[in-house]
């Protein structure tokens, strides 16, 4: 919708307002003070209300699809510049954030079958042996896999 139409409403406010002012001067002479003239000015200002919802009405759908537009504009425009390897930073800086507020970290590393947890990472207890895992009754190694089935 075009920019000038709140500037047109604003002039037909005025003008409305000084059509009223001219119907109470004229309703001031013996010969027009009837209720034709208060009837009038309800006219008048109610016919003016409508068309102000109105016309904010359209405005505001027009703004809303502007808004939009932009928006997926500028979704477009950052997703272009943003580096997919940008999401290691954001990471990082949310376990910052949870270090600081004393929280546990979300990390986790899938090893293998086994879920290594951040406790086990930070303490290094961790090792490449999920191939060589045994039973604990049995002095011989054997695969997991065969450890299992045993």
């Not at 005025?14 to 001031?28: M, T």
């Not at 929280?103 to 947890?117: A, K």
Request: proline share 3%.
């Amino acid at each position: 919708m075009d920019r000038n139409a709140l500037g047109y409403l604003a002039d037909l406010n005025r003008n409305v307002e000084g059509a009223l002012l001219f119907l109470e001067k004229l309703a001031e002479y013996p010969e027009l003070n009837n209720e034709d003239f208060i009837i009038y000015q309800s006219y008048f200002r109610e016919y003016l209300a409508d068309t102000n919802m109105m016309v904010l009405d359209a405005l505001e759908e027009s703004e809303q699809e502007t808004m939009l537009k932009a928006n997926r504009e500028r979704v477009a425009w950052e997703k272009k510049i943003r580096d997919p390897d940008d999401c290691y930073f954001d990471v990082r800086n949310r376990e910052e954030e949870l270090r600081e507020q004393g929280l546990p970290s979300q990390l986790g590393i899938l090893r293998g079958m086994r879920r290594t947890t951040t406790k086990d990472i930070l303490s290094g207890s961790f090792e490449d042996n999920d191939e060589d895992e045994t039973e604990p009754d049995s002095d011989q190694r054997q695969p997991a896999s065969d450890a299992r089935r045993s």
